[in-house]
């Protein structure tokens, strides 16, 4: 099965444009202190990440609070969690996360979903991971979008399962 590789900052929570005020939704309280930045999480998300039938895995610096922020806003089952290396990467135009991710889908196919992508880890990515693989920037500004969802769907659907 395809896995989602899921980002939160920019996707999940867009940081907003300068022609239009931040979203914000109305959504369950979760445990524990409340992130200032959650009513800008769209619930209806949730929904429209399971219809698109991937493995869903939080490829995020938020690690589990992802699950215990994130989740119940969104009605998702709690879930697996990409963990990071310690090392540091030494800078440059590869995404600290592309490495990780093609190691953790081990030849799977996947999508990665995120709002720092570019060509380099696109390029990377082709010539290191033997399965099909989608990385689809986010605009940061406006998060997950119909356009982004029919572009998700449109690659899904041409991926042999």
Same mark, same amino acid.
């Given at each position: 099965?395809?896995?989602? @590789?899921?980002? #939160?900052?920019?996707?999940?929570? /867009? @940081? =907003?444009?300068?022609?239009?005020?931040?979203?914000?939704?109305?959504?369950?309280? &979760?445990?524990? /202190?409340?992130?200032? !930045?959650?009513?800008?999480? %769209?619930?209806? !998300?949730?929904?429209?990440?399971?219809?698109?039938?991937? &493995? *869903?895995?939080?490829?995020?610096?938020?690690? %589990?609070?992802?699950?215990?922020? !994130?989740?119940?806003?969104?009605? !998702?089952?709690?879930?697996? &969690? #990409?963990?990071?290396?310690?090392?540091? +990467?030494?800078? =440059?135009?590869?995404?600290?996360?592309?490495?990780?991710?093609?190691?953790?889908?081990?030849?799977?196919? @996947?999508?990665? #979903?995120?709002? +720092?992508?570019? +060509?380099?880890?696109?390029?990377?990515?082709? &010539?290191?991971?033997? =399965?099909?693989?989608?990385?689809?920037?986010?605009?940061?500004?406006?998060? *997950?979008? %119909?356009?982004?969802?029919?572009?998700?769907? +449109?690659?899904?659907?041409? #991926?042999?399962?």
């Amino acid at each position: 099965m395809t896995l989602l @590789f899921l980002d #939160v900052d920019g996707p999940l929570i /867009p @940081f =907003g444009a300068a022609d239009r005020p931040y979203p914000v939704y109305p959504g369950p309280r &979760v445990p524990g /202190p409340e992130h200032p !930045l959650l009513t800008r999480v %769209d619930p209806a !998300l949730g929904p429209r990440l399971l219809a698109l039938g991937c &493995v *869903l895995v939080w490829a995020t610096t938020w690690l %589990d609070d992802a699950n215990t922020g !994130l989740t119940p806003r969104l009605g !998702l089952p709690a879930l697996p &969690v #990409v963990r990071w290396p310690d090392e540091d +990467e030494p800078p =440059g135009p590869l995404h600290w996360k592309t490495r990780p991710l093609v190691a953790w889908a081990a030849g799977r196919p @996947f999508v990665w #979903v995120d709002d +720092e992508i570019t +060509e380099a880890d696109r390029a990377w990515t082709a &010539v290191h991971h033997p =399965g099909p693989a989608l990385l689809h920037r986010i605009d940061h500004r406006h998060g *997950l979008t %119909d356009a982004d969802f029919t572009a998700l769907e +449109e690659w899904l659907a041409a #991926v042999p399962r």
